[in-house]
């Protein structure tokens, strides 16, 4: 057995001793049982400053019996000791006292909530970049979108805050005019990039709007020239502006992915059933056995 | 080869993707100012909107689409696009002067900062005075035109 391994508190002290000769005599004092503190009392001082708790032990009634206490021994490095639970969402698969069908039921929970937290972000992605008519585009529309690639062309507390007082409908409006994919380079060039692909989407739709609100309106005077001169033939405009059409190579692939994360679902469940199913069995054909 | 979102969120421009150079850029740039100069603005103006939507980081651009739409008549647009041209070029002296016109181009009764505003463009422009190039013979013109 080596000395460290025969003399735990000489293997703690990290503090170097002032040559080995020291050392020997402190191994010695600790391997007789305190019965002389020769040596140690030169230790203790080179320590005390970092091991408070030897030095009290060392520095209290003359022979100390014992240099470990309990107060130490959360010091120890832990070995052979069980190592402590995982804490967290998987902290279920080290608990003992679990079934193997219990484990199993809440692995099943864990993953699926991993999935429907993905898949519910994988849905948000799409309603953000295609979901035109939804909410989000519609308060985007209405200034949101428009107002954040604003105020990072015209910084509030700059100096085009104290000039630039009442013409924000204005620029709004010069900026609705540029339309998608110009929309989109200035989103770029103001540095948000990360806005140009619903810049391009509002862009577009505004630009379809601002056509069909012309082409309504053009349909309008034609409708009442055509009343006027009671020919009765009218030819009818869309009201209402069109939605993007679905279909782009893009918005396909994110519709993929959320039918990949949907699938992946249903794998999961079919194979715990399945996992469960086969256990059941096998317990059932033991207890027919008995029977 | 088309952009695609995570392209355009990363911030990667059709022109990397594409191969287009700058030497075709300025090809490009220097066909709409001859478009511009012989009263085309139409054309010019279709001619830089492809060019900044192809490399949207291009200030020279944005810097002359600006001043074809504070030509067209389109003053708050053009201060849009010299906006975005000085925010790309911070130091190009160019690009400040265009920012400039384009201030001093908005109406002075738009807004509450008409007074403001050319207090703003006569610094800027007064900020380009040093030096012998076009730009300071510009601004120079310009701020004996705004008179003291």
């Known amino acids: 057995m080596s000395t460290a391994q025969a003399n735990p508190v000489a293997s703690r002290l990290s503090v170097p001793l002032a040559d080995a000769a020291e050392?020997?005599?402190?191994?010695?004092?600790?391997?007789?049982?305190?019965?002389?503190?020769?040596?140690?009392?030169?230790g203790a001082s080179v320590v005390?400053?970092?091991?408070?708790w030897l030095a009290e032990g060392i520095a209290g009634a003359a022979p100390t019996p014992w240099l470990v206490s309990a107060a130490g021994a959360g010091?120890?490095?832990g070995a052979g000791y069980a190592s402590p639970t995982v804490a967290g969402d998987w902290s279920f698969l080290s608990d003992p006292s679990l079934s193997l069908e219990e484990k199993l039921s809440r692995f099943m929970i864990a993953v699926q909530k991993?999935?429907?937290d993905e898949l519910t972000e994988k849905m948000s992605d799409y309603k953000a970049k295609y979901g035109e008519g939804g909410t989000e585009t519609k308060s985007q529309e209405s200034g949101g979108f428009l107002g954040s690639i604003l105020g990072a062309i015209f910084p509030a507390g700059g100096i085009f805050d104290k000039v630039l007082g009442g013409l924000e409908k204005l620029l709004g409006e010069a900026l609705k005019s540029l339309g998608g994919p110009l929309l989109a380079a200035l989103a770029t060039a103001v540095g948000l990039p990360a806005l140009a692909p619903a810049a391009l989407k509002?862009?577009?739709s505004l630009g379809k709007a601002l056509a069909s609100s012309t082409t309504t309106s053009k349909a309008k005077t034609t409708k009442a020239t055509t009343t006027k001169s009671s020919t009765g033939s009218t030819s009818k405009a869309p009201s209402t502006p069109k939605k993007a059409e679905p279909g782009s190579p893009d918005e396909r692939l994110e519709m993929l992915e959320i039918q990949r994360l949907v699938e992946k679902q249903n794998q999961l469940f079919t194979l715990v059933s399945n996992l469960m199913k086969s256990m059941h069995d096998t317990s059932m054909v033991a207890i027919q056995n008995v029977r | 080869m088309i952009p695609t979102i995570d392209d355009l969120t990363a911030g990667r421009t059709l022109a990397e993707l594409q191969g287009f150079t700058a030497e075709m850029g300025a090809a490009v740039a220097s066909l709409a100012a001859q478009q511009a100069g012989s009263g085309d603005l139409e054309l010019a103006r279709g001619i830089l909107e492809g060019l900044v939507v192809t490399n949207p980081r291009d200030a020279l651009a944005w810097a002359m689409l600006s001043q074809v739409e504070r030509r067209r008549g389109e003053p708050f647009t053009a201060l849009l696009c010299a906006e975005a041209a000085v925010r790309l070029a911070p130091g190009d002296r160019q690009a400040r002067l265009v920012r400039a016109e384009a201030i001093l181009a908005v109406p002075a009764d738009a807004g509450a900062g008409g007074e403001g505003r050319r207090e703003v463009a006569r610094a800027e422009l007064g900020g380009l005075l040093p030096?012998?190039?076009d730009v300071a013979r510009r601004a120079g013109a310009l701020l004996r035109a705004l008179g003291p």
Do not use: M, Q
């Open chain 1, 23 to 42: 050392a020997e005599k402190a191994t010695a004092s600790s391997r007789s049982g305190g019965a002389t503190s020769v040596g140690l009392s030169t």
């Open chain 1, 48 to 52: 005390a400053p970092l091991l408070p």
């Open chain 1, 75 to 77: 010091k120890s490095s």
């Open chain 1, 114 to 116: 991993k999935l429907g």
């Open chain 1, 202 to 204: 509002v862009g577009e």
């Open chain 2, 131 to 133: 030096g012998e190039d």
